[in-house]
């Protein structure tokens, strides 16, 4: 048997099945599971384990089934995250939105060297420790919107030259260091709405080549910075910002329509 789908019952625990089932994807959203023992799956590829009632996820849970590519627990009561629940290299694909996780621990994804995708948005996460995202060089999109995060390191996403979509909407961001997108040079989205940002560095867009969607509205700056003017920027939203904005031109490309959606506060000189 190659898959197994119990979903939508009245599970509160996963139950016991034969490992010699070559079992490769397991179906076990919209039940009552509040506890997950270490699964032993050597050939499971997919579990669905979203909307449940876990709120623990152990060390070394899905370690044993070393197959494992992507991982969905949207929608549970995750508080603890130990620090090598994840240690699956062939991982892909991570959903932990919908939880409420207020801690990552640092080394997370230290062995998740095959990630593209994670999913860490509707939490109360308050901060991204230093490298959390170090060297995940496939790594694609990050979703973290909906947070309470306040600081993100400099070196966050370092080496993460692949990363194409990055969501930090809805957050408490009031700074960001000029460096932190250094290394994200085929970013194609970044969202920054909805933060407290009130400056942002005149060099902190200069890496960012193939960046087409920005939206930094929301928030409240006042200068945009200068690196801003050397993006081919196809969407860009500045809206609700107290801008205040003197002889400043954005190119866009004429082939593409730019959207931007602004509220601009001219200069009095």
């Given at each position: 048997m190659e898959i197994l789908d119990l979903s939508h019952n009245r599970l509160n625990t996963i139950p016991s099945l034969r490992t010699n089932l070559k079992l490769q994807k397991l179906f076990l959203q919209n039940n009552q599971i509040n506890h997950i023992k270490q699964l032993n799956y050597p050939d499971l590829r997919l579990i669905n384990l979203s909307n449940n009632n876990i709120k623990i996820l152990h060390n070394n849970l899905f370690s044993k089934c070393a197959k494992l590519v992507e991982i969905n627990l949207f929608s549970n009561?995750?508080?603890?995250?130990?620090?090598?629940?994840?240690?699956?290299?062939?991982?892909?694909?991570?959903?932990?939105a919908h939880n409420n996780i207020k801690d990552i621990?640092?080394?997370?994804?230290?062995?998740?060297?095959?990630?593209?995708?994670?999913?860490?948005?509707?939490?109360?996460?308050?901060?991204?420790?230093?490298?959390l995202f170090?060297?995940?060089?496939?790594?694609?999109?990050?979703?973290?919107?909906?947070?309470?995060?306040?600081?993100?390191?400099?070196?966050?996403?370092?080496?993460?030259?692949?990363?194409?979509?990055?969501?930090?909407?809805?957050?408490?961001?009031?700074?960001?260091?000029?460096?932190?997108?250094?290394?994200?040079?085929?970013?194609?989205?970044?969202?920054?709405?909805?933060n407290l940002i009130v400056d942002l560095n005149d060099d902190i867009f200069n890496r960012l080549f193939n960046l087409k969607i920005?939206?930094?509205s929301l928030n409240r700056i006042k200068k945009l910075p200068s690196s801003l003017k050397k993006l081919n920027i196809w969407e860009l939203y500045l809206n609700s910002n107290p801008l205040i904005i003197s002889n400043y031109t954005i190119i866009g490309p004429e082939e593409n329509k730019l959207f931007i959606s602004n509220y601009f506060r001219k200069s009095e000189n």
């Open positions: 009561n995750i508080e603890l995250i130990s620090e090598n629940v994840f240690n699956n290299n062939q991982l892909i694909k991570l959903n932990l621990p640092p080394l997370l994804f230290r062995k998740t060297i095959e990630i593209k995708y994670i999913f860490l948005n509707n939490n109360q996460i308050c901060e991204l420790s230093e490298k170090y060297d995940l060089e496939k790594l694609i999109r990050v979703n973290l919107s909906d947070n309470n995060i306040q600081e993100v390191g400099k070196d966050v996403f370092s080496n993460c030259m692949k990363l194409e979509w990055l969501e930090l909407k809805n957050n408490k961001i009031s700074k960001l260091p000029k460096e932190i997108f250094i290394d994200l040079n085929s970013l194609l989205k970044l969202d920054l709405a909805n920005l939206d930094i």
